[in-house]
C-alpha cells in the first residue's frame, strides 16, 4: 500500500510538472502572437523645449491608446547620454527604440548599436548621419527656404538679416541654415548681417539679441530664429529696445506662445511643424516594425507658414 502510494504520488508530480510546461509553453505561444505587451524605449532630445515636450505627450498619447508601453527618458541634450539610454534600452530587450537626436553624428552610435541588437530604432523629428530603422520628421531645410523667403517678400529683397542658430551640429540647426542660405544666395540685396547660436533657448536668444542691438541697432531689418523659443526672445529684446515695429521676427515651430504672438502682432510669422503627427506616427511605425508588418521607412510631415492672417486656423489645431 505505502509503494502503491508513494508511486502515486510521483505521478501526480509528474502530471503537475508536465502540465505546467503545457502552460508555459502556451504563454509563450501567446506572447509571439501579440498577446504580450510590446515595450518602446524613447530617448527625447531635451524636455526643457516645448516642441519636444509635445511630441512626447503625443507619442504618449499614441502608445496608451494602441495599448503598448512606452518607456521615455530625457537625454538633456547629452549624445553620450542618449546613447547609454539606447543601451539601457537594448539590455532591457524592448522590442522597439525611438530616438529624437540630440546630433547628427555623436548620437549615430546609438543607432548602431540598436541595430547590432537587432532591435528596430526610428529617428524622430530629427536625422543622424547613420542610417536607422526608419525616420518620422518634417524637411527642416524646406522650413528654412519657407521662413527666409518670406523676410525676402517682406523686406523687397533688399536688406539686412540676423540669424539664431539652434543647437550647433543637430540636423535641424544644419538644415535650417542650409535651406535659408539657398534663399539668401538668390537675393543679393539681402545681407546675412550676423548669425550664432542661441541653443533653442529663450533667455539665451533675448541676450544674444541684445548685444546685436548694441553691435548693429537700426541696421538689423530683419530676424530668422530656428525655433520659436528664440524667436520669443528676440521678441522681447526689441520690444524693449523699441525697434520691434521696425524689424520682421519669422521663427519655427508653432508653440502656442508663438501662435499667440503672432495673433497679437508682435511675431510676424512662425513655421508650423507638426508634432501630433510626427509624435503618433513615430509610435505607428515602431509598433508596425514590432510586429513584422509593412512600414514607410520615411515619413515627412510638411511644414506650413502661419501669419496673422491664417492663424486662427493653427490656434484651433
Given amino acids: 500500500m505505502i509503494r502503491k502510494s508513494v508511486l502515486l504520488s510521483h505521478t501526480l508530480l509528474l502530471s503537475l510538472f508536465l502540465g505546467g510546461c503545457g502552460q508555459s509553453s502556451s504563454s509563450e505561444k501567446a506572447d509571439k502572437e501579440g498577446g504580450k505587451k510590446l515595450v518602446i524605449g524613447a530617448t527625447m532630445l531635451s ?178 530664429a530656428q525655433n520659436d523659443e528664440m524667436g520669443m526672445g528676440a521678441v522681447k529684446a526689441l520690444t524693449s529696445a523699441g525697434l520691434k515695429n521696425k524689424v520682421i521676427v519669422v521663427s519655427i515651430d508653432a508653440i502656442p506662445d508663438a501662435l499667440q504672438a503672432v495673433k497679437n502682432g508682435t511675431l510676424d510669422a512662425t513655421i508650423f511643424q507638426n508634432a501630433e503627427q510626427q509624435g503618433a506616427k513615430a509610435i505607428e511605425t515602431a509598433i508596425k516594425i514590432a510586429k513584422g508588418q509593412p512600414y514607410d521607412k520615411e515619413t515627412l510631415i510638411p511644414f506650413e507658414l502661419v501669419t496673422k492672417e491664417n492663424i486662427s486656423k493653427y490656434q484651433q489645431k
Avoid at 548599436?113 to 529617428?123: E, M, Q, R, T, V
Avoid at 520628421?137 to 518670406?150: K, L
Wanted: aromatic share 6%.
Fill in 47 to 224: 524636455m526643457q523645449n516645448e516642441f519636444i515636450v509635445n511630441v512626447n505627450d503625443e507619442m504618449t498619447k499614441k502608445a496608451e491608446a494602441d495599448g503598448v508601453e512606452l518607456i521615455s527618458v530625457d537625454a538633456e541634450r547629452s549624445p553620450l547620454k542618449q546613447i547609454e539610454q539606447v543601451e539601457s534600452f537594448i539590455a532591457q530587450q524592448v522590442d522597439a527604440i525611438i530616438m529624437n537626436p540630440c546630433e547628427v553624428e555623436a548620437s549615430s552610435p546609438a543607432v548602431t548599436k540598436a541595430l547590432a541588437a537587432h532591435i528596430p530604432i526610428i529617428n524622430v523629428n530629427s536625422a543622424t548621419s547613420a542610417t536607422p530603422t526608419a525616420i518620422v520628421g518634417s524637411d527642416d531645410v524646406e522650413s528654412g527656404r519657407i521662413a527666409m523667403n518670406y523676410i525676402a517678400k517682406r523686406l523687397g529683397g533688399k536688406g539686412n538679416v540676423v540669424m539664431m542658430h539652434g543647437y550647433m551640429g543637430q540636423a535641424a540647426q544644419i538644415q535650417r541654415e542650409q535651406g535659408a542660405r539657398e534663399v539668401l544666395k538668390q537675393y543679393p540685396g539681402l545681407k546675412l548681417l550676423a548669425h550664432q547660436t542661441g541653443e533653442w533657448d529663450r533667455a539665451k536668444s533675448m541676450t544674444l539679441m541684445e548685444n546685436w542691438i548694441q553691435s548693429y541697432g537700426p541696421q538689423i531689418n530683419a530676424v530668422f
